[in-house]
């Protein structure tokens, strides 16, 4: 185990720790994007580059995308409901 | 339940968890040095056989094809699945608010997201049509293609995916992919007598045209999972946007 990838899951750890500890889902969106970010440097650290770029995708594109959506959709039921 | 009783039944489960994490991590075998011989026979053979520089590609499209075939549908019956549960709502609803209506993105949002559509563009192309070659793949590529979108939306660029067509388009685009990678499987039942068999010229390995239907595999992917998605993100976006205060 290099530095490197001491570096990296130490990372992953702390990322992990504070979505857990986020409670907005808001934020939760930004900081899960951050662990799944940290998530992809380890894989690439741990020399797997095709899971990495899954990774990148799926955990910085995809993931806060349809949890943003989700957010926006839910508020705009519920500001519909209190008119 | 109390907190106290709550906090007792956390720690010990934690702990029941936690050792048995340990117990296990240390029965892996050491990093680098997987039990079985796949791991390291699977990368000579997709070089030697298939003519395929990733082999991590090689495997999921060629050896392993007829499993990436059941997930691409997967992939395109959740994406059916989410239309339709979208499309029903949309449909009940009254009129939304014209695009001209809305206020208008950050400056910083609109410049950066307006700069990035064209490169992630290529990049997407690039992930995609490389995928037998350096990392990447149809799936990666097809999920960078549909951010394209989310950064043109970012960009202040609120198209009317329902007036211009657009939406037919990424329907067809997924239908294309998805049907695409079944006639590859098919094709090899036809040209050689086996499902997924690779039935194209191998070629040189390393080149762009090469590893047979592998890349031709990746393409079709590419299309489809670009397509699927970005049809998820459309339809949300149509949703969640509709009754908007302007």
Known sequence: ?83 | VTRRARLVLVAGSLAALGALLVWAVGGLPDFGHPRGPYADLAPMIMLDERHVANAVTGVTFDLRGFDTLGEELILFTAACGCVALLRLRRRERGSDVPAHERPLPSFAARAVGGALVGPVLVLAAYVVIHGHLTPGGGFSGGVIGAGALVLAYAAGQRVRLRRVGSIAMLETAEAIGAGGFAALALGGLLAVGATMQNFLPLGTSGMLLSAGTIPVGNLAIGIEVAGAVALIVAEFLEQALLEEPS
Not at chain 1, 40 to 56: E, T, Y
Not at chain 1, 66 to 75: E, G, H, N, P, S
């Open chain 1, 1 to 83: 185990v290099t530095a490197l990838q001491v570096v990296c899951l130490l990372a992953v750890a702390v990322a992990g720790t504070a979505t857990v500890f986020t409670r907005d889902p808001l934020r939760q969106a930004v900081s899960s994007g951050v662990l799944g970010l940290s998530l992809a440097v380890l894989f690439l650290a741990f020399g797997a580059p095709d899971v990495a770029l899954s990774q990148i995708v799926v955990a910085g594109v995809a993931v806060p995308v349809m949890v943003l959506l989700a957010l926006a959709k839910i508020r705009t039921d519920e500001r519909r409901r209190e008119e």
